[in-house]
C-alpha cells in the first residue's frame, strides 16, 4: 500500500464549480499535511499547510483532515481557469520527510 | 527573494550516457533536496543535504546516482550510466533550517529538469 494516495483524475469542471479532491494515507507518523499546486513544467508550489484534524481555510481554499480516518481534502470554491493543474497532497513526519501522492490533474473549463 | 534555479531545463540523452543537472537553491536555505517525479506520479525523495552533509539518501540509487553539495550553497546531481527507466523530471528543492517568525514552513521548488534518456 502507498502512504499518500490520491485520486489521478483527470478531473474536469465548469468555471464557478466546487471542486473537491480527496487523499487517503496510510503512515501514521505524518503529523503534518500539505497541498501543493503543480502547473506544467513547473515545481510544486504550497497551497495549504495543516498541523491538526479539523478546517484551514485560506481565500478559496480549504483544507480537511481527519486524522481518525487517515482522510485529506481540498475544497476549491469558485474555481477559475487558473486554478487547472495538478494538485498534490502530502505528509510531513516530525522528522521532516515528505511523502507525496501521485497528484489529481485538475481542468476548470471557462 | 530569487526562487531556486535549475539547469538546464531539458536533457535528452541516450541510454548508457552520463548527464549532470545543476540547483542553486534559495540564499540561506541550508537544506536542500533533490526529487525525482516519473510522469503522473508524485515528487520522490532522491537525497537531502543539511548544509553540505548528506541527510537522507536511503531511496538514491547509489550504484548509478550521485550528488554533492560543496560549501553548503550549488548542488550537483548526476546520472551514469543513464537507463531508460531514469526519464523524469529532477526536482531541487529547498528551505530554511530554522524559521523565522512569519517563514512558511514549506520547500520552495525549482522549475525541474526534464530529462529524456532514448
Known amino acids: 500500500q502507498k502512504e499518500v494516495e490520491q485520486d489521478p483524475g483527470p478531473l474536469s469542471v465548469p468555471e464557478g464549480a466546487i471542486v473537491s479532491l480527496n487523499c487517503t494515507y496510510s503512515n501514521s507518523a505524518f503529523q503534518y499535511f500539505m497541498w501543493y499546486r503543480q502547473y506544467s513544467r513547473k515545481g510544486p508550489e504550497l497551497l495549504m499547510y495543516?498541523?491538526?484534524?479539523g478546517n484551514k481555510e485560506d481565500g478559496r481554499f480549504t483544507a480537511q483532515v481527519d486524522k481518525s480516518s487517515k482522510y485529506i481534502s481540498l475544497f476549491i470554491r469558485d474555481s477559475q481557469p487558473s486554478d487547472s493543474a495538478t494538485y498534490l497532497c502530502a505528509g510531513k513526519t516530525s522528522y521532516d520527510k515528505v511523502i507525496f501522492g501521485p497528484g489529481t490533474s485538475l481542468s476548470v473549463i471557462p | 527573494e530569487a526562487g531556486v534555479a535549475q539547469s538546464p531545463r531539458y536533457k535528452i540523452i541516450e541510454k548508457r550516457q552520463s548527464v549532470a543537472f545543476w540547483c542553486n537553491p534559495i540564499?540561506?536555505?541550508?537544506?536542500l533536496y533533490w526529487y525525482q517525479q516519473i510522469l503522473g506520479q508524485g515528487p520522490k525523495l532522491l537525497i537531502q543535504f543539511q548544509n553540505n552533509g548528506v541527510v537522507d539518501d536511503s531511496q538514491l540509487p547509489k550504484d548509478r546516482f550521485s550528488a554533492e553539495r560543496l560549501k553548503g550553497v550549488d548542488s550537483t546531481l548526476k546520472i551514469q550510466p543513464a537507463k531508460l527507466e531514469d526519464s523524469a523530471v529532477y526536482l531541487c528543492a529547498s528551505r530554511r533550517f530554522k524559521l523565522l517568525a512569519g517563514d512558511t514552513d514549506t520547500q520552495y521548488f525549482g522549475p525541474g529538469t526534464r530529462l529524456t534518456v532514448l
Open positions: 540564499s540561506g536555505h541550508a537544506t
Open positions: 495543516t498541523y491538526s484534524s
